[in-house]
């Protein structure tokens, strides 16, 4: 009875090289068409953290100038009330003097 086993010599059928060749360009097309496909998505990902960059730009702006606007008026009120208080003063030290 002769056995079925192929001899150790003999390369496996898996692994015959005219069998590896075209399933390594396989897992190469699927891997490709993966990495092609992350690309498209990285693009358009870019695509639209640079509009949105813009918008934080425009929004960066208006905030700064609300700032500056807040701060002239602030200043202003407190120019204003420094100077009242300062005018009330003189007058109690004027009239106690008096």
């Known amino acids: 009875m002769s056995s079925r086993l192929p001899s150790s010599n003999a390369p496996r059928l898996s692994t015959a090289p005219s069998s590896i060749k075209p399933r390594q360009l396989s897992h190469l097309h699927a891997q490709l ?41 602030l200043g202003e009120e407190t120019i204003a009330g420094s100077a009242a208080q300062g005018n009330q003063e003189q007058r109690r030290s004027g009239s106690s003097e008096a």
Not at 46 to 65: D, I, N, P, Y
């Open 33 to 73: 068409a993966q990495l092609s496909a992350n690309l498209a998505d990285l693009e358009n990902l870019l695509r639209m953290t640079s509009v949105q960059a813009e918008a934080m730009r425009g929004l960066g702006a208006f905030h700064g100038g609300l700032f500056m606007a807040a701060s002239k008026v």
